[in-house]
């Protein structure tokens, strides 16, 4: 069936740097690619996302990459600070019996030390 | 606005004992709407979805119905509740009408079977 890989599960980084999270999919119909970051005890939440049309978005500190061919897209977050310490999740839409559903990754745990 | 509620935030339920957890969302119409658990420290596993009234699609085999008795209405309901059936669970739903496919999710019941 439809899977969403993602690595790393545990990522720990320095207050400026930079962390790349990245995962694989293996439907090549899904089109959108969505990023939810999860606080701790809270709702994940939409934190940016891409479609199948555009290989590259950037939102600020934050930009996600697509290869369709290679079936896989990644978050990276630049000068990362304390407050992006949290659970990110990418998915992956699939289409089954004609209705849409997300495939969400296992999640990454990131770490920003100041 | 469009806002999704969920309750309760939190629930300790004996072995054994029924369960029903409640979501509704409010500002639209018609829309997608998910049950989602996530163990601790684990990923989102999708539960059942529906895309209209009485329409319930189970994507795993478990302990747990859903209902959806009313447009704006998805439930979580379960007879018995065994202890493998703990963990937050998350309400999400999308705008079928819209091109966004992104979930809003609600703020979740964190379910404890002791």
């Known amino acids: 069936g439809e899977n969403v890989e993602q690595h790393p599960s545990t990522l720990s980084v320095q207050e400026g740097d930079s962390a790349v999270i990245k995962c694989t999919y293996s439907d090549s119909a899904s089109n959108y690619f969505p990023w939810y970051k999860q606080e701790l005890g809270k709702r994940p939440q939409l934190i940016i996302d891409?479609?199948?049309?555009?290989g590259e978005k950037k939102d600020q500190r934050i930009a996600v990459t697509l290869n369709k061919t290679a079936k896989h897209f990644s978050l990276h977050i630049t000068e990362t600070q304390p407050e992006d310490s949290a659970v990110y999740f990418c998915a992956a839409s699939h289409r089954s019996g004609g209705y849409n559903k997300l495939i969400f990754g296992a999640g990454t745990r990131l770490a920003v030390h100041p | 606005s469009q806002t999704i509620h969920q309750w309760p935030a939190t629930l300790v339920q004996p072995v054994g004992s029924p369960l029903s957890l409640e979501c509704t969302v409010e500002?639209?119409?018609?829309?997608?709407l998910y049950w989602y658990r996530q163990a601790a420290g684990r990923g989102l596993q999708l539960l059942f979805y529906s895309v209209g009234i009485g329409q319930i699609s189970s994507e795993v085999p478990q302990n747990l119905s859903a209902s959806r008795p009313q447009d704006r209405q998805f439930i979580l309901s379960s007879k018995k509740l065994l202890l493998s059936d703990s963990g937050f669970y998350l309400c999400?739903?999308?705008?079928?009408?819209?091109?966004?496919?992104?979930?809003?999710f609600g703020s979740g019941t964190r379910l404890t079977v002791v």
């Open positions: 891409i479609r199948s049309n555009v």
């Open positions: 500002g639209t119409s018609n829309p997608n």
């Open positions: 999400a739903w999308i705008d079928r009408v819209g091109a966004n496919y992104g979930y809003t």
